[in-house]
């Protein structure tokens, strides 16, 4: 009988500990990242932007079945709390607890640049680049949980600059200013996979030739909008 409380106890616990993860990052047409995705209980998932915004949050229902192309999201119907009137100021009206999940923000008297920003989502935390950084990724999210968030500096090339450059061990590159127009900063290669497109001259032109639209590299989901 102790075995079972013990296995369901470290069950509970592993799956609170994994159940905030970074699960999908939607990069636009030109190279930007659109959402950060956080995978929550229930099938949960919670958008963030790249400078620590909550865009919105709701449940999935296509998980398990086929992929979100459009990040839909439903109305949660579990519990759901907010910061009230007496919350810090930064924190006020805010998303507080999303089923058991607490979700904390940056207060008031915290650095300038971080008060009202998402801090952390449960046991996740979230850091970002301050105002003595770079001016390309001021603002961004600089680290996930220990995962480092890199971003491609302001003296790199035009099409490139500002734009998600490392997840992890995870390298991200781009068409520069110099390719042909119809690719022009668009997502290069993820990790070890390359991406095309039909050039300016061509069929389709800006439209992915080779590569795929959705793709799983070191743990995490990347959906590359043509658009």
């Known amino acids: ?16 500990g994994f159940s905030q993860s970074l699960s999908k990052i939607t990069i636009a ?3 930007q990242v659109e959402v950060f995705a956080f995978a929550l209980p229930e099938n949960v ?9 909550i865009l919105k949050w709701g449940f999935d229902k296509y998980i398990g079945y086929q992929e979100n192309y459009n990040n839909d999201l439903e109305p949660y119907v579990g519990r759901v709390e907010y910061y009230t ?5 930064a924190l006020r009206g805010k998303v507080k607890y999303i089923g058991n ?24 935390s979230i850091d970002y680049y301050l105002n003595y950084d770079d001016e390309a990724c001021r603002g961004y999210i600089k680290k996930i949980g ?9 003296y790199e090339n035009a099409d490139i600059k500002g734009k998600l450059k490392n997840v992890g061990a995870t390298l991200l590159s781009y068409y520069g200013s110099f390719e042909d127009k119809a690719y022009r900063g668009k997502i290069k290669s993820i990790g070890q996979y390359n991406i095309t497109y039909y050039s300016s001259f061509e069929l389709y032109s800006g439209s992915m030739k080779t590569g795929n639209t959705v793709m799983n590299v070191g743990g995490v989901k990347y959906y590359i909008k043509n658009y």
């Not at 998932?45 to 915004?53: A, F, I, R």
Request: aromatic share 12%; net charge positive.
């Open 146 to 154: 220990s995962l480092a968030i890199n971003w491609y500096a302001s």
């Open 101 to 124: 999940i607490l979700i904390t923000y940056y207060a008031s008297y915290e650095n300038d640049a971080l008060k009202g920003k998402l801090k952390a989502i449960g046991p996740t």
């Open 1 to 16: 009988m102790k075995r079972v409380l013990l296995a369901t106890v470290l069950f509970f616990l592993l799956a609170d």
């Open 45 to 53: 998932q919670l958008y963030l932007t790249k400078d620590g915004n």
């Open 85 to 89: 009137q007496n919350d810090d100021v």
């Open 29 to 31: 047409g030109r190279g």
